[in-house]
């Protein structure tokens, strides 16, 4: 999968498409997405949260119905990799430019 954490994606398929947001977390070949498919879950008080209650988080969706998003160019693109200055890196395959990995 050539996307990671950090990375800006739109929603391609489903209930929730045309949104875009940032993936918060990947796990095996689904996606959190902020903002996308917001679901309520009942959570038990316990000593971490006293309280309890409901709460909305964001349900992982699943990676092929995302696309990366560039925002310089507005538009979905595809990725490819690259060998330069012998690393392997990720590129915009319709405009070639390198796609820097964001740290968090």
């Not at 915009?92 to 430019?97: I, L, S």
């Amino acid at each position: 999968m050539k996307l990671r954490v950090g990375d800006t994606v739109q929603v391609i398929a489903g209930s929730e498409k045309g949104k875009t947001g940032e993936i918060l977390a990947i796990k095996g070949n689904r996606v959190v997405v902020e903002g996308v498919k917001k679901v309520t879950k009942h959570v038990k008080p316990s000593q971490a949260d006293p309280e309890g209650g409901i709460i909305t988080v964001e349900a992982p969706i699943d990676a092929s119905n995302v696309a990366y998003y560039d925002t310089k160019a507005k538009e979905i693109v595809k990725l490819g990799y690259k060998i330069e200055d012998g690393k392997k890196v990720r590129v915009n395959k319709k405009t070639g430019a390198v796609i820097e990995n964001k740290k968090k």
